[in-house]
DNA sequence: TATTGTTATACTCTATAACTATA
DNA sequence: TATAGTTATAGAGTATAACAATA
């Protein structure tokens, strides 16, 4: 193999190297200056993105623990953990699938709507608002595009973290 | 304010949201597939990064603990757990600062940086390789350039994550 | 037998405060 | 007094395995 391939390798690894390190630190930002956001509230950020999910049309009459922990890319057991401090919150609640004597159907109690809806909202968007200032819309949706291709990348990684349907599809 | 100003307002809104989603689900998925990547290392994702920093020109020689913590958006006290577990592994090692007293230099090991050379190496650019598959050279420098411009936002929320120089050089 | 969800355990990481030792 | 670093503590999150109930 020539020089220049060898360069170019390395200078792939460096980039490769520099990306993940500032996904990292953005990892960790989100988690520092979010929860501090959401401290007045009482929620960290895993259990913004639980209450946030169940905000969904598609879970708002219940969701189902294995497809919520499918959907948050969270394992059932962990998941079953941040479900019981937010329900001792009365933020969730669940209640068992007619359909399914196993399965429970997670959703947000009338508190944990409001709760999502007006009281977290003013906290929410304004860190939002803080944290992507200087982003146009399509620089907006660009990113959510990246950020979008690597997920999937992820999952390919991860076998674990497809759903049925989407394993399905694949096929 | 009229009507079409709202619906913009909703409409920036719901992408902003799909935005943090996008990264938490990201954040989750780098630690992990990237745990299980590096598992056999006995290495955490959090510990790769520390590792990572020592490797880097300006830090070769040694690092104050503060500066590392700085580097790497972590809090001194939760830095100094990370260190001592790196410590205990033989990876990292401390050394007083002669020109003061109180500061401790932080650096790799041979065995630290052999680890990081040689061995991590497959397991590190294999996961690379998977997680941007697809991605140009192009999309890989505009996707820094969105996590850099995002983490300068998350800096200003966050007035301690902020070091001396750049406090200074913002003046 | 396979699946849904839970419990148990051990460890890492984080946030906060209080502390030691230098400067 | 201020700074560099550490220790202490409590809590959340994670990985792994084992378990109960149901299909």
Redesign the interface.
């Known amino acids: 193999m020539g020089k220049e391939d060898e360069e170019t390798r390395a200078m ?2 460096a ?19 979010g929860t ?2 959401l401290d007045r509230h009482g929620i960290t ?1 895993q259990q913004w ?1 639980v209450l ?1 999910a169940l905000t969904r049309p598609a879970f708002e009459r219940g969701v189902a623990v294995g497809d919520l922990a499918t959907f ?3 394992s059932r057991q962990n998941l079953a953990g941040l479900i019981s401090r937010l329900e001792a919150q009365g933020l969730v609640e669940k209640a068992v699938d007619a359909a399914d004597n196993r399965s429970r159907l997670i959703r947000l109690t009338v508190t944990g709507r409001k709760l999502w809806q007006d009281d977290m909202q003013v906290e929410i ?1 304004g ?2 608002a ?6 146009s ?1 399509d ?6 595009h ?6 999937k ?6 076998p674990e ?1 497809t759903s049925a349907e989407e394993k399905q599809a694949a096929e």
């Open positions: 792939q690894a980039l490769s190297n520099r990306l993940f390190f500032r996904l990292y630190q953005c990892a960790n930002m989100l988690h520092k200056t501090r956001a950020t993105a946030g948050l890319l969270v968007s860190f939002y803080g944290a992507l200032q200087g982003f819309t620089d907006r949706i660009h990113l959510i990246y950020l979008d291709k690597m997920l990348n992820f999952k390919a990684l991860d973290a």
